[in-house]
């Protein structure tokens, strides 16, 4: 039954949790401070090292970056960048020495390498005042993968690829004779047996000594590489393979072999790398489990480690491989086969002391090692070995690691080693912000590096300083570029603070390095079973998206490889009792244990009730007897994400439904009056605690002072301590982010309690939407298809009203005509126009805006007219006429209304910040309060959505037998087939949550179950249905058949109406199509595609069609003519030639088609070119005459169209137009006077009718 838990200091919840959780959730959003704070401390001293030291190209000068150090104060705080429009950076500085080995001088010195974006606490960074995330990529680890495939013969064929981060891939693969093949960085293959020559084993029998008589190997001796038997011969293959076309040598073969893999500047694995391919390629886990065909013995002690003909365990494999054993022979049926490995093994087997004291992590190569120990006496083993650490860990590969690969080749086909699963998340990884800005930094200063050496090349090497020869433009180029432009630098999502959460702990498959949407197959979108408490198997995006966006389980954290691990509890193996010891595993590791759930019983001393235990085994679920059981899961919700983990009976509905309702979640607008919800699942105080949103005491101490906007605490010395509160800020998805006081002076307070609510949280709880009694019914129609219907109440109580902050800009530029000015003196604008602005022509704060109002008065300069002598005179005389200025001022959009709640000017004289060109510049934010409407979307938590089809007076509502009136209708036909039961669950167990005064907290997987939710209901006095009798709220009838009524929470989501709904008559159209633009941003029309165009024809409807065909759409001037009949009450006259028809000719004439086009009565029909043929009269000679003869001839002569005439004899005009038919030219001066409202002397400007070039919008 339900226990009371504290959530923070202000709510208590009642738990159905039936599990003891032994673990805090880790910090939500540590996936980016970690990996910030590590690039800051080790990545970028890395990157250092491996561009350390720079020399120039005769060896003289040595440039080395010896240390660097970043700013402990940003230049900006985090408010002042966000209003100004700066980055939140600090100063970095680089300490540079400079040899000159010559004269034997050194020179150091600091140089600043440019501003560094920093990290704010909360996670986020801040480029030119908007606040971005990068999200967290998951690619593929560099590392060595092997994969079967099965040929027509039904023959396994094998192939392997060693991926390294950065540098050439070898690719291998055999083929259905048994040949084995190597591709070197995509080329053309080649035997496997030439690369293996090239490194060094050139005869025959050195390949048998090295990899055993394997018939594969045999086989591409004989057939594969019969003409190249030694080294010499395998390096000048290679480099005519590699360079075709180019002489080969030996010692150019050698030179491009040791670029392409040996170089450690062109060839990086990374630590992971490392790891990962001497896990892959050590002895230890091939030779486990498989039959030793010698006896073998510790080459130093002589100890026996495995017998002959004995199964060797894994502890045995480890042991042999970490005594330097490197080749292994096992008898697999009556064959003996061979196992090299790639010659890693543990150094702390080989060293007196610990080789982490030495900086050494992983396991060493063990050749190099032992070298190093015979060359140096044992007190200098421990410098020897820090100096050699590269050599000991190299991050490039060696020969032994290309043997060890094509070993592991040979032994898959009997069954040693085994093939990898490249969706498995032992083979994928996250890179972090820390990496991916290190890769940049890293393409950054390889830049810098040649511009060092050609600076080093042109400078007299005596008197050059350290400072000429760094620019730092290419580092801080590269960084700018990354943070402004790259696919995972994202402006932020924040709607709401679980959006803004989530956004953070985001991982992607998308972006450079990693997949394209397009070629993403179904298995990498998948649900893998390694997703297991490390992705969550929800929530991720409908659409092309799907699978490649994953969000990070609640308690999984990354490793220093940048594996995801699962956490878990240990199961003490003697006793099989559950310990609170805590592991943390990767996914390979994972899958050599038993794991039981967190939802298995057990007794008070942690041993399991149940003798057999449900386990998870790779992809499997076992049945196992306890003894088996390795470890247990921490939590039942660890395996899904925070929005996940944020469903009620989340284990009752269907996934599809609860991937709809994790991503809806982060769609909920803040609303006026936050209210947490009644059946919340404990998660909430955590997800507003961790997102940064609300208040929280950095001291221990009492409260002081409390206002509106601030926050005084009196810490235990007497010092006073300011908490500044956020008022109505605009967000980046134009939500208001609003912060109010939840602490009263003289409360005492601990560090990270909670002293303000934020936006969409109450009581320091998420809280996304409203408690609204809802009942499942149907009412005449009104919730058909998901609608909802809803009370008038919610309206009138402001239950579901929010605010919304738009933000204006207006800029004051310099231009070529003379400077632009914000003022109040506006040509042609009435006073009421102005009534608002102030002496400056800005808008007051509080002043109530519409559509078209304006916001900032603004003049631009027009182009002066070349003056005649007469005009000259006359401005000399009679002083300067008015500058010639047109009305450039801001205002508010079609559309949009508010209040002005905040003006912000910026200029020149007060040291703003301003881009180049511009003089002042004023933002305006207006704010609207939008009550819930009709045609906004409303949702639950479980996916069920709907839009407000009605908004119903109380009066009218369906009524409980009480009297109360319900909020909102829903209809019962959304659960059935949608399968998403919680909502029901939810409703029942709201309901007597109400009744009892209780909130509910009811974990995913770990919540109330059907017998929980009869008793809490028959604890509350309500029927243990949950059913009620429901009146018609119109007739005070009751309604024939009981009705499910309870509490639902229920959202108001981002998609509103007031942003959707939009309506055009006159506006831009497309350059060639001269079709109206579409979509709301560029005041579009509608689009009538082609299935609406064959309604009309089936309905015979021909004038409408041709009206939308014509006039409505690209009929130039036939909608001009319309627009000047509508005007003037006339009838509009027939349509002309649409204007696609046109283009239509054009784009066959430019097939080289000669196109006419002849009317019903066999004439033809005159295309004009130009719109200017048609809007204006003709551009031709008047011809005058005075004889038809006269005429005629004449008109030959000019071989004209169209034609204006003046003459004496004007019958003949007449008679000209029986006969010639011309188009009517239009006189497009002519037309526009005619136009209403139009003043004469500013008409282009006023009436924006679209024949203006700068008026037509391109689409």
């Given at each position: 039954?339900?226990h009371?838990?504290?959530?923070?200091?202000l709510?208590k919840r009642?738990?159905?949790?039936r599990?003891d959780?032994v673990l805090d959730m880790?910090?939500?959003i540590e996936v980016?401070?970690?990996?910030y704070?590590?690039?800051l401390?080790?990545?970028?001293?890395e990157?250092?090292?491996?561009v350390s030291p720079i020399?120039?190209?005769s060896?003289n000068?040595?440039l080395e970056f010896?240390?660097?150090?970043?700013?402990k104060t940003p230049?900006?705080s985090?408010?002042?960048c966000?209003?100004?429009?700066?980055?939140?950076a600090a100063?970095?500085?680089?300490?540079v020495?400079?040899k000159?080995?010559?004269?034997?001088?050194?020179?150091e010195?600091?140089?600043?390498m440019?501003d560094?974006?920093?990290?704010?606490e909360h996670g986020?960074f801040?480029i030119n005042?908007?606040?971005r995330?990068i999200v967290?990529?998951?690619?593929?680890?560099p590392g060595?993968?092997?994969?079967?495939?099965?040929?027509?013969?039904g023959?396994?064929?094998?192939?392997?690829?060693?991926?390294?981060?950065?540098g050439?891939?070898i690719?291998?693969e055999?083929?259905?004779n048994?040949?084995?093949?190597?591709?070197i960085?995509r080329?053309r293959?080649?035997?496997?047996?030439v690369i293996?020559?090239?490194?060094?084993?050139?005869?025959d029998e050195?390949l048998?000594d090295l990899?055993g008589?394997?018939?594969?190997?045999v086989?591409?001796?004989?057939?594969g590489?019969?003409?190249i038997k030694?080294?010499?011969?395998?390096?000048?293959?290679?480099?005519r393979?590699?360079?075709?076309g180019e002489p080969p040598?030996e010692?150019g073969a050698?030179v491009?072999?040791?670029?392409?893999?040996f170089d450690?500047?062109r060839?990086d694995?990374?630590?992971?790398?490392?790891?990962?391919?001497?896990?892959k390629l050590?002895?230890?886990?091939?030779?486990a489990g498989?039959?030793s065909?010698?006896t073998l013995?510790?080459p130093?002690?002589?100890?026996v480690?495995?017998?002959?003909?004995a199964?060797i365990?894994?502890e045995a494999?480890l042991?042999?491989q970490?005594?330097?054993?490197?080749?292994?022979n096992l008898?697999v049926?009556d064959r003996?086969?061979?196992v090299v490995?790639?010659n890693?093994a543990?150094?702390?087997?080989?060293?007196?002391?610990?080789p982490?004291?030495?900086?050494?992590l992983?396991?060493?190569?063990?050749?190099?090692?032992?070298?190093?120990?015979?060359?140096v006496?044992e007190?200098?083993?421990k410098r020897?070995?820090t100096e050699?650490?590269q050599n000991l860990?190299p991050?490039h590969?060696?020969?032994?690691?290309?043997?060890a690969?094509i070993s592991?080749?040979?032994?898959l086909?009997?069954?040693?080693?085994?093939?990898?699963d490249?969706d498995h998340?032992?083979n994928?990884r996250l890179?972090s912000?820390?990496?991916l800005l290190?890769?940049?930094?890293?393409?950054?200063?390889?830049?810098?590096e040649?511009?060092?050496?050609?600076?080093?090349?042109?400078?007299d090497?005596?008197?050059?300083k350290?400072?000429?020869?760094?620019n730092?433009r290419p580092?801080?180029?590269?960084?700018k570029e990354?943070?402004g432009s790259?696919q995972?630098?994202?402006?932020m999502?924040q709607p709401?603070?679980?959006?803004?959460l989530t956004?953070?702990?985001?991982?992607?498959a998308l972006?450079?390095?990693?997949?394209?949407?397009?070629?993403?197959g179904m298995?990498?979108?998948d649900?893998h079973?390694?997703?297991y408490?490390r992705?969550?198997p929800?929530?991720?995006?409908?659409?092309?998206n799907?699978?490649?966006?994953?969000s990070?389980?609640?308690y999984a954290?990354?490793?220093e490889?940048g594996?995801?691990?699962?956490?878990?509890?240990?199961v003490?193996p003697?006793?099989?009792r559950?310990?609170d010891?805590i592991?943390y595993?990767?996914?390979?590791?994972?899958?050599k244990y038993h794991?039981?759930?967190?939802?298995e019983?057990?007794n008070e001393?942690?041993s399991f009730?149940?003798?057999?235990?449900t386990?998870r085994?790779r992809e499997e679920v076992?049945?196992v007897?306890r003894e088996?059981?390795?470890y247990?899961?921490?939590?039942?919700?660890?395996?899904v994400?925070?929005?996940?983990?944020m469903?009620?009976?989340?284990?009752n509905d269907?996934?599809n439904?609860a991937?709809m309702?994790?991503n809806?979640?982060r769609?909920?607008v803040?609303?006026l009056?936050?209210?947490a919800?009644i059946?919340?699942?404990g998660?909430?105080y955590k997800a507003?605690?961790?997102?940064?949103?609300?208040?929280?005491?950095k001291?221990?101490g009492?409260?002081?002072?409390?206002s509106?906007?601030e926050?005084?605490v009196?810490?235990g010395?007497?010092?006073?301590h300011?908490?500044?509160?956020?008022k109505?800020?605009?967000?980046?998805q134009s939500t208001?982010?609003?912060?109010?006081?939840?602490?009263?002076v003289?409360?005492?307070?601990?560090v990270?309690?909670?002293?303000?609510?934020?936006?969409?949280?109450?009581l320091?709880?998420?809280?996304?939407?409203?408690?609204?009694?809802?009942?499942?019914?149907?009412?005449?129609?009104y919730?058909?298809?998901?609608?909802v219907?809803?009370?008038e109440?919610?309206?009138?109580?402001?239950?579901?009203?929010?605010?919304?902050?738009?933000?204006y800009?207006?800029?004051?530029?310099?231009?070529?005509?003379?400077?632009?000015?914000?003022?109040?003196?506006i040509?042609?604008?009435?006073?009421?126009?102005?009534?608002?602005l102030d002496e400056?022509?800005?808008?007051?704060v509080?002043a109530?805006?519409?559509?078209?109002?304006?916001?900032?008065?603004?003049v631009t300069?027009?182009?002066?007219?070349?003056?005649?002598?007469e005009?000259?005179?006359?401005?000399?005389?009679?002083?300067?006429k008015?500058?010639?200025?047109r009305?450039t001022s801001?205002?508010?959009p079609?559309?949009e209304?508010g209040i002005?709640?905040?003006?912000?000017?910026?200029?020149?004289e007060?040291?703003?910040?301003l881009?180049?060109g511009?003089?002042?510049?004023?933002?305006?934010?207006i704010?609207q309060?939008?009550?819930?409407?009709?045609g906004?979307?409303?949702?639950?938590?479980?996916?069920?959505?709907?839009?407000?089809?009605?908004?119903?007076p109380?009066?009218?509502m369906?009524?409980l037998p009480d009297g109360t009136p319900?909020?909102?209708?829903?209809?019962?036909?959304g659960v059935?087939s949608?399968m998403n039961?919680g909502?029901?669950?939810?409703?029942?167990?709201?309901?007597?949550a109400?009744?009892l005064?209780w909130?509910i907290?009811?974990?995913?997987?770990?919540?109330a179950?059907?017998?929980?939710?009869?008793?809490t209901?028959?604890?509350a006095?309500?029927?243990?249905?949950g059913k009620?009798?429901?009146?018609?709220?119109r007739?005070?009838e009751p309604?024939e058949n009981k009705?499910?009524v309870?509490y639902m929470?229920y959202?108001?989501?981002h998609?509103?109406?007031?942003?959707?709904?939009?309506a055009?008559?006159?506006?831009p159209?497309?350059?060639?199509?001269?079709?109206p633009?579409?979509?709301k941003?560029q005041?579009?029309?509608?689009r009538?595609?082609e299935?609406?165009?064959w309604a009309l024809?089936?309905y015979g409807?021909a004038?409408t069609l041709q009206?939308?065909?014509?006039?409505?759409?690209d009929d130039v001037?036939g909608?001009?003519?319309?627009?000047e009949?509508?005007?003037k009450g006339?009838?509009?006259?027939?349509?002309?030639?649409?204007?696609?028809f046109?283009v239509?000719?054009?784009e066959?004439?430019?097939?080289?088609?000669d196109?006419?086009?002849?009317?019903?009565?066999?004439?033809?029909i005159?295309?004009?070119e130009f719109?200017?043929?048609e809007?204006q009269?003709?551009r031709v000679p008047t011809?005058?005459?005075e004889?038809?003869?006269?005429?005629?001839?004449k008109?030959?002569e000019l071989d004209?169209?169209?034609?204006?005439?003046?003459m004496d004899?004007?019958?003949?005009?007449d008679?000209?137009?029986?006969?010639?038919?011309?188009a009517?030219?239009?006189?497009r001066?002519?037309?526009?006077?005619?136009?209403?409202?139009a003043?004469?002397?500013d008409?282009?400007d006023?009436?924006?009718?679209?024949?203006d070039d700068?008026?037509i919008?391109?689409?």
């Amino acid at each position: 039954m339900a226990h009371e838990v504290q959530m923070g200091k202000l709510r208590k919840r009642m738990s159905f949790s039936r599990i003891d959780e032994v673990l805090d959730m880790p910090n939500l959003i540590e996936v980016q401070k970690n990996s910030y704070r590590r690039f800051l401390e080790e990545d970028f001293r890395e990157v250092l090292n491996d561009v350390s030291p720079i020399t120039d190209y005769s060896e003289n000068l040595v440039l080395e970056f010896v240390d660097y150090a970043l700013d402990k104060t940003p230049k900006n705080s985090v408010e002042r960048c966000k209003e100004r429009d700066l980055t939140y950076a600090a100063p970095l500085k680089v300490f540079v020495r400079l040899k000159n080995r010559e004269t034997g001088e050194i020179k150091e010195s600091e140089v600043f390498m440019g501003d560094f974006p920093l990290m704010t606490e909360h996670g986020t960074f801040i480029i030119n005042g908007a606040e971005r995330v990068i999200v967290s990529q998951l690619v593929r680890s560099p590392g060595v993968y092997y994969t079967k495939q099965i040929d027509k013969a039904g023959k396994e064929l094998f192939s392997g690829q060693i991926i390294p981060n950065r540098g050439a891939w070898i690719e291998f693969e055999t083929d259905s004779n048994d040949g084995l093949w190597v591709r070197i960085d995509r080329a053309r293959k080649l035997p496997v047996t030439v690369i293996l020559r090239a490194l060094g084993y050139g005869t025959d029998e050195q390949l048998y000594d090295l990899l055993g008589e394997d018939e594969r190997l045999v086989a591409t001796i004989t057939h594969g590489d019969a003409n190249i038997k030694s080294e010499t011969d395998a390096l000048i293959e290679i480099y005519r393979r590699q360079k075709p076309g180019e002489p080969p040598t030996e010692e150019g073969a050698r030179v491009l072999l040791r670029n392409l893999f040996f170089d450690p500047k062109r060839y990086d694995l990374m630590r992971v790398g490392r790891y990962k391919y001497n896990k892959k390629l050590g002895v230890a886990d091939r030779i486990a489990g498989q039959v030793s065909a010698e006896t073998l013995t510790h080459p130093d002690t002589g100890e026996v480690l495995v017998k002959k003909d004995a199964r060797i365990s894994e502890e045995a494999a480890l042991a042999i491989q970490n005594a330097g054993i490197n080749m292994v022979n096992l008898k697999v049926g009556d064959r003996v086969r061979r196992v090299v490995g790639n010659n890693f093994a543990d150094a702390a087997e080989h060293l007196p002391f610990d080789p982490k004291e030495c900086g050494i992590l992983e396991a060493v190569h063990l050749p190099t090692l032992k070298r190093i120990l015979e060359q140096v006496p044992e007190e200098g083993w421990k410098r020897a070995v820090t100096e050699q650490a590269q050599n000991l860990v190299p991050k490039h590969i060696i020969i032994d690691d290309v043997v060890a690969s094509i070993s592991y080749l040979l032994g898959l086909p009997h069954g040693i080693g085994s093939v990898d699963d490249i969706d498995h998340l032992g083979n994928r990884r996250l890179r972090s912000v820390g990496e991916l800005l290190q890769n940049q930094v890293r393409i950054g200063m390889s830049r810098l590096e040649r511009v060092v050496r050609e600076r080093m090349a042109i400078q007299d090497a005596n008197d050059v300083k350290p400072g000429d020869l760094i620019n730092i433009r290419p580092v801080s180029a590269a960084i700018k570029e990354f943070f402004g432009s790259s696919q995972l630098s994202q402006f932020m999502d924040q709607p709401n603070p679980l959006a803004e959460l989530t956004h953070k702990r985001r991982l992607s498959a998308l972006g450079p390095g990693g997949l394209n949407r397009d070629r993403a197959g179904m298995e990498v979108r998948d649900v893998h079973y390694s997703h297991y408490a490390r992705i969550c198997p929800i929530e991720t995006p409908e659409g092309p998206n799907i699978g490649l966006i994953g969000s990070l389980a609640t308690y999984a954290r990354i490793n220093e490889y940048g594996f995801i691990e699962a956490t878990y509890r240990r199961v003490d193996p003697k006793t099989h009792r559950v310990t609170d010891e805590i592991v943390y595993m990767t996914a390979d590791e994972e899958d050599k244990y038993h794991i039981a759930q967190a939802l298995e019983p057990l007794n008070e001393d942690g041993s399991f009730v149940n003798d057999l235990i449900t386990v998870r085994w790779r992809e499997e679920v076992l049945r196992v007897p306890r003894e088996m059981v390795d470890y247990i899961d921490v939590s039942s919700k660890q395996l899904v994400s925070v929005a996940t983990s944020m469903i009620p009976f989340l284990e009752n509905d269907d996934a599809n439904r609860a991937l709809m309702g994790s991503n809806m979640q982060r769609q909920a607008v803040p609303l006026l009056i936050p209210e947490a919800p009644i059946v919340g699942t404990g998660m909430e105080y955590k997800a507003a605690y961790d997102s940064g949103v609300v208040l929280l005491s950095k001291h221990e101490g009492t409260v002081d002072a409390v206002s509106a906007d601030e926050i005084v605490v009196r810490d235990g010395l007497g010092e006073r301590h300011s908490y500044k509160l956020v008022k109505f800020a605009r967000s980046n998805q134009s939500t208001c982010i609003n912060q109010r006081p939840r602490v009263n002076v003289g409360d005492t307070v601990m560090v990270g309690d909670l002293l303000a609510d934020g936006p969409a949280t109450e009581l320091g709880e998420i809280a996304l939407g409203r408690n609204v009694l809802i009942g499942f019914m149907t009412w005449e129609g009104y919730n058909y298809e998901d609608a909802v219907l809803i009370s008038e109440k919610l309206v009138k109580e402001d239950i579901y009203t929010s605010i919304h902050i738009e933000e204006y800009e207006s800029e004051a530029r310099e231009t070529k005509l003379g400077p632009e000015e914000i003022t109040r003196d506006i040509p042609n604008v009435g006073e009421e126009a102005l009534k608002d602005l102030d002496e400056f022509g800005i808008v007051r704060v509080g002043a109530e805006v519409r559509s078209g109002d304006i916001l900032v008065g603004k003049v631009t300069p027009k182009g002066e007219t070349e003056l005649t002598a007469e005009e000259r005179l006359l401005r000399a005389i009679f002083g300067e006429k008015a500058r010639e200025v047109r009305d450039t001022s801001l205002k508010v959009p079609h559309g949009e209304s508010g209040i002005v709640v905040d003006v912000k000017l910026f200029t020149r004289e007060n040291k703003d910040e301003l881009s180049p060109g511009v003089n002042q510049m004023v933002r305006v934010y207006i704010a609207q309060k939008r009550k819930i409407s009709v045609g906004d979307k409303m949702a639950g938590r479980h996916g069920n959505k709907g839009v407000v089809s009605r908004i119903l007076p109380e009066a009218d509502m369906p009524f409980l037998p009480d009297g109360t009136p319900l909020d909102i209708v829903l209809n019962p036909l959304g659960v059935p087939s949608r399968m998403n039961l919680g909502q029901v669950l939810e409703v029942h167990l709201g309901m007597a949550a109400k009744q009892l005064g209780w909130h509910i907290a009811t974990p995913v997987f770990d919540g109330a179950n059907e017998k929980d939710i009869e008793d809490t209901l028959e604890q509350a006095g309500l029927s243990r249905d949950g059913k009620t009798i429901l009146y018609d709220g119109r007739t005070g009838e009751p309604f024939e058949n009981k009705v499910t009524v309870g509490y639902m929470y229920y959202l108001k989501l981002h998609h509103l109406v007031d942003d959707k709904m939009h309506a055009r008559s006159t506006g831009p159209y497309s350059l060639v199509t001269q079709q109206p633009l579409g979509g709301k941003a560029q005041f579009g029309g509608q689009r009538f595609g082609e299935m609406e165009v064959w309604a009309l024809e089936a309905y015979g409807a021909a004038n409408t069609l041709q009206e939308i065909l014509t006039v409505k759409s690209d009929d130039v001037v036939g909608r001009v003519k319309a627009y000047e009949s509508i005007v003037k009450g006339n009838s509009i006259p027939t349509p002309g030639i649409p204007e696609s028809f046109k283009v239509l000719i054009k784009e066959l004439q430019a097939l080289s088609l000669d196109i006419k086009v002849w009317g019903d009565n066999q004439e033809q029909i005159i295309i004009r070119e130009f719109e200017d043929d048609e809007l204006q009269m003709p551009r031709v000679p008047t011809v005058e005459a005075e004889s038809q003869e006269e005429m005629a001839a004449k008109l030959d002569e000019l071989d004209v169209d169209a034609i204006s005439l003046s003459m004496d004899d004007l019958s003949l005009a007449d008679e000209l137009e029986d006969t010639q038919k011309p188009a009517a030219p239009v006189n497009r001066q002519a037309l526009l006077d005619e136009d209403s409202g139009a003043e004469d002397d500013d008409l282009d400007d006023d009436l924006e009718l679209d024949f203006d070039d700068d008026d037509i919008e391109i689409e």
